[in-house]
């Protein structure tokens, strides 16, 4: 198993590496001169060539393309991702409390997507083609096929608005939480308690649960193996998850202010804030590569015969 | 399930509680409850770095703390840091005397070391400061004694006090908040001499500005304003309703943070009032008069898509009466703009008459009007994040086809549509002038610049006479023949239909019915908080 995971390891380092290097050729793929592209992003009225000149030595960008990256990418492994085009701060000081006000919402809802999805997938595959599990399937189609921005606008006009439970938007209380939580959670848990009904039923035809009631063992401790053996795939669902989460939380950060990656990438792209959008897509690449290895690994710990396949 | 996979949920759960109890403390004002005298505005965008030599802060934000030695009125400038100035008989130097008794937010005095210290940071930054030309022609500034201070100009430059009253750079941050004697790396703190202190930040959340108890020409009554980031419309308009908001205005872009659907649902709450200013700038289509292998080179190709332009309509539909339609390149408000030009009202006869005349001939209705075997077609770019540039885009493609005029719309990002107008690689782009303040000569001004307009302006028939009164404008010394040179400048443009107006834009503030003594001032990026109060 060690071998194993120094193999998975070792793999994911040739997959960042390619990952960093699209990265910095990000700027490069502008129609406009990368300099042109800062100074814009500066907010400066009027760009001389002098200026252009200016700059371009202030940034280093004279220099030869892989001395560039090479002195990039070192620097970006200390979380030295250098400063922000439009704030002149270093992309750490923006990017880490971005990223942990991102963390927080993602790792609440992924608590709720992970407790939902089981409870409603057993429960769903426990009472297949019953009223329960017809509801639940109903309520999911309805609730995931609603655009979130939507549904999100929804929530605030019902439940801040019209109740006066909860704020609008911002994180200052706990309370803030909830309905950003509860969309993210809509949108993800409607889809992945499927994964965990389609294989709690898959599990339930097994020989394995025939020979267990044929033994005469209660029908809840038949459920238990059951379960235990359905969760196998939801492991890898559930890391995957989180870099997902992570990525996708633009349209909810938008809509309820949440100082988070999302926003922070949002205003990036549009301020054309290079430094910034290509530490964010290296982070996100970082958390995908890294919950793969670990899903990877996690699956191997449960199912040995997959150790095999690498 | 599995000792692994338990033991894993158990510390995602311990993970996720140990981060959310980590919450930070309450925003501001956010409660509807707490807002009472206070004004806590909406705005899609942090307030950013509020250093005042720079130009990434807002600049709303930056008007209530830092003031600058003169202030634009409609009246005209006017005393604000410096109380009295003298003008050299030549128009090369500028004395100011200023106001006493003032200081900057950290205690610091005001005086004419300060000023020097302040504009020799600008200068030390000049490159970045082309846009303004003042900046160009200081060449140097001289603490004559405590409270008088002088500027030497390379050249006369009428507009020199007028580009002094802009928010940004000429205005002033204490010295102590300087690094290394120099503002352009950053500075160590924000502290102006304006009506108010910023006193809380927290970036991408809320910005927190306390009254200046001891401001020169008294406190401001409201004693506290927060800048709430809110960056969805929807959310904007709901937190109006819940009252976590209670003030709006138009953001620096010159968008409305909330359309005017929304407007309307708040005014008939019977809780806001609105208010909109004079035109403050003028939105056009911007056409490539340099294109050579374009049909937008034709003076008669630009004249028949003016007439078109189906102005009305648009201000009534698409804006909802929100902007008004636009005749000229600068509304009559504008200094010096207020000159005889002939008038090109929506008229598709006209507009097909001319391209008649001149050539561009068509088979049968709705067909491509062709010329020695090219088409009438040509590209429109819009920003594709303003929701109603595209919806004019579409609207003049339709009455242009019935012209037989095609018109290829394109969407793209707004630094990508600045890059095309400094490079020439357009026909026809959405664009908008400065600004009142900054008009006309600021937009005139680029004119002649290769990063704006030179490519718009340089194959217009008069275009080495209009560059050479461009010229002349500005170091003209004597108002009689500054008049005379704006009115032919305006009227080779318009002549040459480079600058297709459609509406023009001003600001609107959203407020609570009790708030009394909201105006504008004479420039689009700012509102004077200090002159509001609750009744």
Same mark, same amino acid.
């Given at each position: ?98 990223? &942990? ?14 407790? @939902? ?33 939507? @549904? ?13 439970? &909860? ?11 909830? &309905? ?89 792209? &549009? ?40 | ?44 965008? !942090? ?26 009125? +409609? ?183 909330? !359309? ?178 900054? !008009? ?42 500054? +008049? ?36 504008? +001032? ?14």
């Amino acid at each position: 198993m060690s071998f194993y995971r120094f193999k998975r390891v070792l793999l994911s380092i040739p997959l960042f590496l390619a990952a960093s290097f699209f990265t910095f050729i990000l700027i490069h793929l502008s129609p406009m001169d990368p300099v042109e592209v800062v100074l814009h992003a500066q907010g400066v009225p009027k760009i001389t060539a002098e200026l252009i000149a200016q700059t371009k030595a202030e940034l280093g960008m004279d220099r030869p393309f892989f001395v560039r990256y090479v002195s990039w990418f070192v620097s970006c492994l200390q979380l030295d991702f250098g400063n922000s085009y439009v704030t002149g701060k270093p992309v750490w000081s923006l990017l880490g409390p971005a990223l &942990l006000n991102t963390l927080k919402l993602t790792l609440v809802s992924l608590v709720a997507i992970i407790a @939902l999805s089981i409870g409603l997938g057993v429960a769903s595959a426990w009472r297949e083609g019953r009223f329960v599990d017809r509801s639940v399937r109903s309520a999911s189609f309805v609730l995931t096929s609603m655009p979130t921005y939507w @549904l999100g606008a929804l929530m605030i006009w019902f439940f801040s608005v019209k109740l006066d439970l &909860l704020p609008t938007s911002g994180m200052d209380s706990f309370n803030s939480y909830l &309905l950003p939580v509860v969309l993210i959670t809509v949108n993800y848990a409607g889809i992945y308690f499927r994964i965990v009904r389609s294989s709690v039923l898959s599990n339930m035809n097994e020989d394995y649960v025939l020979y267990c009631r044929a033994c005469g063992l209660p029908e809840k401790t038949v459920m238990m193996h059951v379960i235990r053996n359905s969760l196998q795939v939801a492991v890898s669902v559930f890391c995957m998850a989180v870099p997902i989460i992570l990525g996708s939380t633009v349209v909810v950060e938008n809509l309820f202010a949440w100082p988070g990656l999302g926003t922070l990438s949002v205003n990036s792209i &549009l301020a054309r804030d290079f430094p910034i959008i290509q530490a964010y897509v290296l982070v996100l690449a970082a958390a995908f590569v890294l919950f793969n290895t670990v899903s990877d690994i996690l699956n191997a710990a449960l199912d040995p015969k997959l150790r095999n396949d690498l | 399930m599995s000792r692994k996979t338990v033991i894993f949920i158990a510390l995602l759960i311990i993970a996720c509680l140990s981060l959310a109890g980590c919450s930070g403390g309450k925003a501001g004002s956010a409660d509807g409850a707490d807002l009472g005298q206070e004004l806590t505005y909406a705005t899609a965008k !942090d307030i950013n770095d509020m250093n005042p030599h720079l130009y990434t802060g807002s600049m709303p934000a930056q008007g209530m703390v830092y003031e600058s030695l003169v202030e634009n009125t +409609k009246e005209g400038i006017k005393p604000l840091l410096a109380e009295s100035w003298d003008i050299s008989e030549d128009g090369k130097v500028y004395r100011f005397y200023l106001r006493k008794g003032v200081t900057f937010h950290d205690g610091e005095p005001f005086n004419a070391e300060a000023v020097k210290r302040n504009i020799e940071a600008v200068l030390q930054n000049r490159e970045k400061h082309a846009w303004i030309k003042l900046s160009t022609m200081i060449t140097s500034c001289n603490a004559i004694d405590e409270h008088t201070v002088e500027l030497v100009l390379s050249e006369p430059y009428y507009p020199t006090l007028l580009e002094l009253s802009m928010t940004r750079p000429f205005v002033f941050l204490s010295p102590k908040d300087f690094v290394g004697g120099e503002t352009k790396n950053g500075v160590n703190g924000h502290h102006g001499t304006g009506p108010y202190v910023l006193t809380e930040h927290k970036a991408e959340q809320y910005a927190v500005f306390e009254a200046n108890e001891s401001y020169w020409n008294g406190a401001p009554r409201v004693k506290k304003i927060t800048a709430k980031v809110l960056p969805a419309g929807e959310t904007t308009y709901l937190a109006l309703l819940k009252g976590e908001v209670n003030f709006v205005f138009t953001d620096d872009r010159g968008a409305d943070s909330i !359309d005017v659907e929304a407007m309307d649902s708040l005014a008939s709450s019977g809780d806001f009032q609105f208010v909109r200013s004079e035109p403050m700038n003028t939105k056009m289509i911007v056409a490539n008069s340099s294109k050579a292998d374009s049909p937008v080179k034709e003076t008669a190709v630009r004249e028949a898509l003016w007439y078109a332009v189906d102005r009305d309509t648009i201000s009534e539909r698409i804006f909802n009466g929100t902007e008004t339609a636009a005749d000229t390149l600068f509304a009559s408000n504008v200094n010096y703009a207020n000159v005889e030009l002939q008038r090109r009202d929506f008229d598709l006869d006209m507009a097909e008459s001319i391209l008649e005349r001149s050539g561009w001939l068509s088979g049968s209705d709705d067909e491509v009007r062709v010329k020695d075997g090219i088409p009438l077609s040509m590209s429109l770019y819009y920003d594709v994040n303003s929701s109603s540039q595209k919806s004019q885009a579409e609207f003049i493609q339709s009455t242009a086809k019935q012209i037989g005029m095609q018109l290829e719309l394109v969407g793209e990002e707004s630094s990508s549509i600045a890059n095309r107008r400094s490079t020439g690689d357009y026909d026809l782009l959405f664009n908008q002038t400065w600004g009142l303040a900054y !008009d006309p000569q600021s937009t005139i001004a680029a004119f002649t610049s290769e990063a704006s307009y030179l490519h718009t302006t340089s194959g217009i028939a008069k275009a080495e006479e209009l560059y050479e009164k461009i010229g002349q404008v500005t170091v003209s010394t004597e108002e009689a023949a500054r +008049k005379s040179l704006y009115a032919d400048i305006l009227t080779i443009v318009h002549d040459g239909a480079v600058f297709i107006p459609i509406t023009n834009g001003s600001v609107t503030v959203v407020a609570p019915k009790n708030l009394q003594g909201i105006t504008f +001032k004479q420039t689009q990026f700012e509102l004077p908080f200090e002159n509001m109060y609750f009744e």
